[in-house]
């Protein structure tokens, strides 16, 4: 086995480390620090539906010169951080709850929920009241929906041992939320359906986020443009290391 003497001496003879940052700035500064225009690329892999992005940073890869090949060991990685309303409304996002439980998701998340000027969609004070409603009427049964011309759903509610007794609410089937997609980034516009199903007399409740996907795509772009802006590194994307 061939001994490795370069431990005894008093410093490496090349650079090699494998590190993680942690956020943009210094995912940027590390390559900017250690890299070189010629000799440092930076690749981007990212699954939109999955919600997955990364980036890494090979500060000693291979540049032009074929007569200089280099090691490729020296690494830096990154993943943006999503923000904490991304986690939330992502996670949540085609999951069934009841009606409590997602009217007390409603009310914790309202600050995220927009209504554009002229878009027609309900603002975050009618997602309340209509939060409202569903807990005010969480313990009686469900009658009927009539479809408004406003685009949103009338229910009825009938308590089990009194059916002279409605109670009646709206129920938006479309929503928009303003949210960041990365921890301290721009806020995105994000349109949402909301859906319902009863069985044996109960309501369910889910959201369905519309292109989530393309809302991270444009998100994950902003930041590859800053990153190349900002290091003048070759940016590629792809997988950059040999399986």
């Known amino acids: 086995m061939e001994k ?4 005894a001496l008093a410093a490496p003879l090349r650079k090699r480390a494998t590190v993680r940052l942690h956020d943009a700035d210094s995912f940027i500064d ?10 440092s ?15 890494i940073g090979i500060i000693n890869d291979h540049g032009e010169d074929e007569a200089r090949p280099q090691w490729r060991d020296h690494t830096a990685r990154f ?13 949540g996002n085609r999951k069934t709850v009841g009606q409590s439980e997602f009217a007390a998701f409603i009310e914790e998340n309202l600050k995220d929920i927009v209504s554009p000027e002229g878009s027609g969609l309900p603002s975050g004070a009618h997602m309340l009241e209509m939060a409202l409603s569903f807990e005010a009427n969480q313990d009686m049964r469900f009658k009927s929906a009539i479809r408004l011309t406003n685009g949103g759903v009338q229910m009825s509610f009938t308590q089990d041992d009194d059916n002279q007794t409605l109670a ?32 044996e007399g109960k309501l369910t409740f889910w959201y369905e986020l519309i292109r989530q996907d393309k809302t991270l795509e444009a998100a994950t772009t902003s930041l590859i443009a800053t990153i190349r802006e900002k290091t ?12």
Do not use: C
Not at 4 to 7: A, P
């Open 4 to 7: 490795d003497d370069e431990k």
């Open 30 to 39: 590390y390559i900017k620090r250690h890299g070189s225009l010629t000799d």
């Open 41 to 55: 690329t930076i690749w981007g892999k990212a699954d939109y539906q999955a919600g997955k992005v990364e980036f």
């Open 79 to 91: 993943s943006p951080e999503f923000s904490e309303e991304w986690r939330r409304w992502f996670g």
């Open 168 to 199: 009646k609410m709206q129920m938006f089937e479309r929503f928009a939320i303003g949210i960041p997609v990365f921890w301290n980034g721009d806020p995105y516009r994000i349109d949402a359906r909301l859906r319902y199903r009863v069985r």
């Open 232 to 243: 003048g590194t070759p940016f590629f994307f792809g997988e950059p290391f040999n399986h």
